[in-house]
């Protein structure tokens, strides 16, 4: 067998240089990376998501005033005749209704700017963390971005329809020969495109929709509902806080650990086969996959009576076993670390790492007490009001001038779900303006067949 060399996690800041403070205001734009950050900084596919969804409903309302601009061309006929008869050349005509629909952008933006500021950021704002408004006093960023913004969108929907009106004949429209429907292809093109992209984000709606409960409903691999964990302040709270709770008898184990599962974990690089294999690392102490409620597939957990022993010891998760085919028994196998040996004393049943259920390689490492920044306490079922009390009021006798820092277990997933809620519901949102956006494009179009169908009845 190959040994498994084991290097030792990455920095707290592996990716900023320095590992410097980082401004809560003003995120480092690469500390997303960092693990255990407490800053909100976006990850660039956010970024990249909302930029998707702004140039998606752009392109609908360009197809839709397309469509619409010319289903109203019928009512203009006699305008664009006599302006030609009269010597009118084309240039002239389509820069007209180039500043017609310059100007209609120039009050659909100003119609919009008061929908964002007073509709649209709030909504936004009550479904995600980070919040947005929309400033534009002393905001020279902000204007040119809506000079650019018009001008863009006023040649993207405006150029189409005024070249191709401008380009009727005097003749051909006194003379009823002016066809409206030429162009019937390019619009239902136009429309079918338009509904391309409605459906295509009410399905990835949808698809939200259904991975959020899917993962909701994925088993655990163990029972959270009997676990009640406490958020440390110091490691030296653990002993205190461990006989307390150890006085009542509806405390099943107590255990502390350094990382938790759901909430946080290392990286751990191993290099097997020339190859660099990244594991979730946790380090935990003894017993604390008793008090968690993990169940062991083979060999054995870490042992109390043999912190010596346990010391160059590493519990792992089927998953590891499986990607690596380390066949049966795995325990008792070694790995390494530089030169220090390290062996598998134990085989975790795989269990729910986060909150989308996905499975990953695991390590587990025996903790020391003094890294300790967690105490997992399992209690008898249905005793979770009685021991969350019990160790409430043992934190308030002991640490009064600290606030009382805790979670249950089963609870440790809802605000990734609930984030993952927010955005299928922003995704909602967006797909019903899409959808109407698109119903307006199939209203234009149903006006540019009634005018053509006006025009063959008239002549």
Not at 61 to 69: G, L, M, V
Not at 77 to 94: H, P, S, Y
Not at 141 to 158: C, K, M, Q, Y
Not at 434 to 455: D, E, H, M, P, V
Request: proline residues 5%; contains cysteine.
């Amino acid at each position: 067998m190959a040994p498994y060399i084991v290097h030792a996690p990455e920095a707290f800041c592996p990716t900023l240089d320095g590992c410097p403070f980082d401004n809560l205001r003003h995120p480092n734009p690469g500390a997303y990376k960092v693990i255990n950050r407490p800053a909100e900084a976006a990850h660039p596919a956010v970024a990249l998501m909302f930029s998707l969804m702004a140039l998606l409903m752009m392109a609908l309302s360009c197809f839709n005033y397309i469509n619409i601009s010319l289903g109203f061309v019928g009512r203009r006929l006699k305008e664009i005749g006599v302006r030609k008869a009269i010597g009118g050349r084309r240039l002239q005509l389509a820069g007209q209704f180039m500043a017609e629909n310059l100007l209609i952008c120039f009050l659909s933006l100003l119609l919009g700017l008061a929908l964002a500021q007073g509709v649209f950021a709030p909504l936004l704002n009550s479904v995600m963390v980070m919040q947005v408004s929309i400033s534009p006093v002393g905001n020279p960023r902000l204007w040119a971005f809506l000079f650019g913004l018009l001008v863009f969108t006023g040649i993207a929907s405006g150029a189409y329809p005024s070249l191709y009106i401008s380009s009727f004949q005097p003749v051909s429209i006194f003379s009823g020969r002016q066809k409206l429907g030429s162009k019937k292809g390019l619009a239902q093109a136009l429309l079918g495109t338009q509904y391309v992209l409605a459906f295509s984000t009410v399905i990835i709606t949808m698809l939200l929709l259904a991975a959020g409960k899917h993962w909701a409903s994925m088993p655990w691999g163990y029972q959270p509902g009997q676990a009640l964990m406490l958020r440390l302040d110091n490691a030296g709270q653990y002993p205190f806080l461990k006989n307390e709770a150890e006085r009542s008898p509806r405390v099943l184990a107590v255990a502390g650990s350094a990382n938790h599962i759901g909430e946080s974990q290392s990286i751990e690089t191993l290099l097997i086969g020339g190859e660099e294999h990244d594991m979730v690392r946790y380090d935990v102490g003894a017993g604390y996959f008793e008090a968690l409620g993990l169940r062991l597939k083979e060999g054995r957990f870490f042992d109390p009576l043999l912190p010596s022993e346990d010391a160059s010891a590493v519990v792992v998760n089927e998953t590891f076993v499986k990607e690596h085919q380390l066949g049966t028994p795995a325990a008792r196998r070694e790995a390494w670390s530089d030169v220090k040996p390290f062996r598998i004393v134990g085989v975790a049943e795989d269990f729910k790492i986060m909150g989308s259920g996905a499975m990953h390689p695991v390590v587990f490492r025996r903790a020391e007490d003094n890294a300790f920044a967690y105490m997992a306490i399992r209690y008898e079922s249905g005793m979770g009001g009685v021991a969350e009390d019990l160790m409430r009021n043992a934190w308030r006798r002991l640490y009064p001038e600290a606030p009382f820092n805790y979670f249950h277990q089963e609870a440790v997933f809802e605000s990734f779900y609930q984030s993952f809620g927010d955005i299928a519901a922003l995704f909602g949102y967006v797909a019903g303006l899409a959808l109407l956006i698109a119903c307006l494009g199939l209203f234009g179009l149903a006006t540019q067949n009634f005018a053509r169908w006006k025009s063959i009845q008239e002549s």
